[in-house]
């Protein structure tokens, strides 16, 4: 009796560690590059295009403010003239949103409604280092408490100028 030997082949053999490191990096890179924040958003009008060349209105009034790190400039243009205030913060240094006179602002933006209740929009130009918690706070209070009175709740943001 012979004995035949049977050769069984052996399927080919597949090597899975490249490929599991190759997860494990793109897994690393995944969680590097994945944003885990949330976005904020600023609702800010564009200043839309004049396409119709009627005059302004009589009482129309032109506002804006530049928002700097050492207090804020309020600007106006109307029909009584232009003028500016400057509002510093105290020793000229605002760090934070409650160092910058935001009472004060309130009082010259509600004084500026007044002559004109009809102006609706507001340039608010903020300096490089103005932190962002800063421009929101200012922005805020530039629309007004809408359960007291609006102000001007359309703010367009501007940039300075270089």
Same mark, same amino acid.
């Given at each position: 009796?012979?004995?035949?030997?049977?050769?069984?082949?052996?399927?080919?053999?597949?090597?899975?560690?490249? $490929?599991?490191?190759?997860?494990?990096? $793109?897994?690393?890179?995944?969680? @590097?590059?994945?944003?885990?924040?949330?976005?904020?958003?600023?609702?800010?009008f564009a200043p839309a295009l004049n396409t119709d060349?009627?005059?302004?209105?009589?009482?129309?009034?032109?506002?804006? $403010?530049?928002?700097?790190?050492?207090?804020? @400039?309020?600007?106006?243009?109307?029909?009584?003239?232009?003028?500016?205030?400057? &509002?510093?913060?105290?020793?000229?240094?605002?760090?934070?949103?409650?160092?910058?006179? $935001?009472?004060?602002?309130?009082? /010259?933006?509600?004084?500026?409604?007044? /002559?004109?209740?009809?102006? *609706?929009?507001?340039?608010?130009?903020?300096?490089?280092?103005?932190?962002?918690?800063? @421009?929101?706070?200012?922005?805020? *209070?530039?629309?007004?408490?809408?359960?007291?009175?609006?102000?001007?709740?359309?703010?367009? &943001?501007?940039?300075?100028?270089?």
């Amino acid at each position: 009796m012979s004995r035949r030997r049977r050769i069984r082949k052996k399927g080919p053999n597949l090597n899975l560690v490249p $490929l599991l490191d190759m997860v494990s990096v $793109l897994i690393q890179m995944l969680l @590097l590059t994945a944003q885990f924040g949330s976005l904020s958003e600023v609702e800010t009008f564009a200043p839309a295009l004049n396409t119709d060349p009627k005059p302004p209105p009589a009482d129309h009034l032109e506002v804006g $403010l530049h928002l700097r790190n050492n207090g804020m @400039l309020l600007f106006w243009a109307g029909p009584k003239g232009s003028d500016q205030r400057q &509002l510093n913060c105290p020793d000229n240094t605002c760090k934070d949103l409650s160092s910058y006179p $935001l009472q004060a602002l309130e009082t /010259e933006l509600s004084s500026l409604k007044s /002559e004109s209740p009809d102006t *609706k929009q507001i340039l608010v130009i903020p300096d490089v280092g103005v932190p962002f918690e800063v @421009l929101i706070g200012v922005t805020d *209070k530039v629309r007004g408490n809408p359960l007291k009175r609006t102000l001007f709740p359309e703010v367009i &943001l501007g940039s300075e100028s270089l």
